[in-house]
């Protein structure tokens, strides 16, 4: 495997430092999901597991190596002669196969780990890289803990490592420790020292302990390193890996401060996301870069009111570009005016100056009261607001009284013509002592014919919207009144009142020298 000075080499190592991440085991047939679909976007290495971990783990890289059909497959192996052997049987069928191996090269993990001398690892260096590429042509050789390690013996292991026929070199940012610019000056040093560092491709493996993977891999590319190491939604050991997703996206949106380029299909990315999130049951953190479920939403006024105008005012890269199917203006407390405009076209509104600042008003008042607000919850809103806008009764406070202990009860108060009426009643149950208020401030005959609640969208601050059907006595017909509150019982009051309304409509149009009832 060669590559330009621009190409970068995508090195997915979901399947292995992924699912060591506590908890993400993926089973034997979701590994394989997982692999297709990597192979299908484009990924030039997979890195399918660790065969001599378990007999499963084994079974898993074999199978496949033998279905991956662009792909390198690559088997991780400490330096150890049975794991290299495991690993070459492992990879066997593939159509490039590959063996990963590495030992610890720090002083403190020298020190601590493999209590052994620069020079005992120097030798292990050489005797298992060689007896790797005895069974495979394509070996890749890591320094674990490579940024926490002396840039002389570094060198030295480099050297030793190409020498047995390493064909790519990994340099690790194993514990997070590192900063861009140090990160690119060690890759720097490393390949303008080491004889021949120019036979093997340089290659960048970042962990986030300090949230600096992707940052300290793009620093490692512009040292000259390109093989990027990797996973889907960044999972790994402790605080993850540098997240493909963003490290692809980075490439594909800033070339103009990143020559590089790379094979992957980025529209495939969201995908992948979704997938691996399912698998390994770790759910994505809605502001995760590029593929989290906010990476393409605004609430905000001022960002709506841009994105209304120019997407390009708040987003540096399309929605498509990454497999989400559009941008999403969520409307929240946050929203302003245009935007909230916009979402009335989009669901079939067109409302007067006046109605849409009435409507406006009443969208703040209930973002203020949920976290979220659905195109049903501002249908709802907006169909109460053109059914009322000419009401002679409306609903002004409510406070009700209920529970187990006693009767429940209700105090009311409307807006009748401009003036505004309490009273305080007692029911069977919360709704009849509002209904009740509600006959006592406006004698009517009507009676109840239908009375119906459920939710407008889900969760528990979801709006209620309440059916109400009244039976006139005088006109021996039945009107429906309609309303949405997150409170159900405000929503009962409103609904009923607007029934109420409906019949004192018909009966002005009926007799119009009628007055209220």
Not at 33 to 57: N, R
Not at 305 to 318: A, P, S, W
Request: aromatic share 4%.
């Amino acid at each position: 495997m060669t590559a330009s000075k621009t190409q970068v080499f995508i090195f997915d190592t979901t399947l292995r430092d992924g699912e060591q991440c506590p908890g993400a085991t993926m089973t034997f047939e979701e590994k394989l999901e997982v692999a297709h679909l990597l192979d299908a976007m484009g990924v030039d290495i997979i890195e399918a597991g660790f065969p001599i971990a378990s007999q499963g783990d084994f079974e898993a890289v074999a199978e496949i190596a033998r279905q991956v059909k662009s792909a390198t497959v690559a088997g991780l192996a400490r330096a150890i002669n049975a794991d290299i052997d495991r690993a070459g049987e492992a990879v066997r069928g593939a159509k490039r196969g590959r063996i990963h191996t590495f030992v610890s090269t720090s002083p403190i993990h020298l020190a601590h780990q493999m209590r052994k001398s620069e020079d005992e690892v120097l030798a292990i260096i050489s005797a298992t890289v060689a007896r790797a590429r005895g069974h495979v042509e394509d070996v890749e050789w890591s320094a674990m803990d490579a940024t926490r390690t002396p840039i002389d013996y570094l060198c030295r292991c480099v050297e030793a490592a190409i020498k047995a026929g390493a064909t790519t070199i990994n340099l690790p940012d194993t514990v997070g420790y590192s900063t861009p610019n140090e990160y690119r000056d060690m890759f720097m040093a490393v390949r303008n020292r080491v004889p021949d560092a120019d036979k093997a491709i340089f290659s960048v493996h970042c962990h986030n302990d300090l949230g600096l993977a992707v940052a300290n891999t793009l620093g490692g590319l512009e040292g000259g390193a390109r093989q990027i190491e990797c996973t889907i939604n960044g999972i790994g050991e402790r605080a993850g890996n540098a997240a493909l997703e963003e490290v692809v996206m980075a490439i594909k949106t800033r070339g103009d401060v990143l020559p590089y380029e790379c094979g992957i299909e980025s529209t495939m990315l969201n995908r992948a996301s979704r997938l691996v999130s399912a698998a390994t049951s770790f759910p994505v953190q809605y502001n995760k870069a590029i593929v989290g479920r906010n990476a393409f939403a605004h609430e905000s006024g001022i960002h709506q009111d841009g994105m209304l105008k120019n997407n390009t005012t708040y987003e540096i890269m399309t929605p498509a570009s990454v497999g989400v199917q559009k941008t999403s203006l969520v409307m929240g407390k946050h929203s302003g005016r245009a935007a909230f405009k916009n979402k009335l076209g989009e669901l079939g509104y067109e409302l007067g100056d006046n109605q849409l600042e009435d409507a406006f008003v009443r969208f703040k008042a209930l973002a203020d009261r949920k976290k979220h607000v659905y195109d049903e919850d501002i249908e709802a809103l907006v169909d109460e607001n053109i059914s009322t806008a000419q009401d002679r009764v409306k609903v002004m406070a409510m406070t009700v009284i209920a529970g187990t202990m006693g009767h429940q009860s209700a105090t009311l108060t409307l807006d009748v013509d401009g003036t505004h009426k309490t009273v305080q009643t007692t029911g069977n149950g919360p709704v009849d002592a509002i209904f009740n208020a509600i006959h006592a401030l406006i004698p009517h005959e009507a009676k109840l014919a239908l009375y119906q609640v459920h939710a407008v969208t889900e969760g528990t601050d979801a709006q209620a919207e309440v059916s109400v059907r009244l039976e006139d006595t005088q006109s021996g017909r039945s009107v429906t009144g309609r309303a949405a509150d997150p409170d159900t019982l405000v929503a009962s009051a409103k609904a009923y009142i607007a029934g109420l309304n409906k019949i004192e409509m018909r009966s002005r149009q009926t007799h119009p020298q009628h007055g209220a009832a």
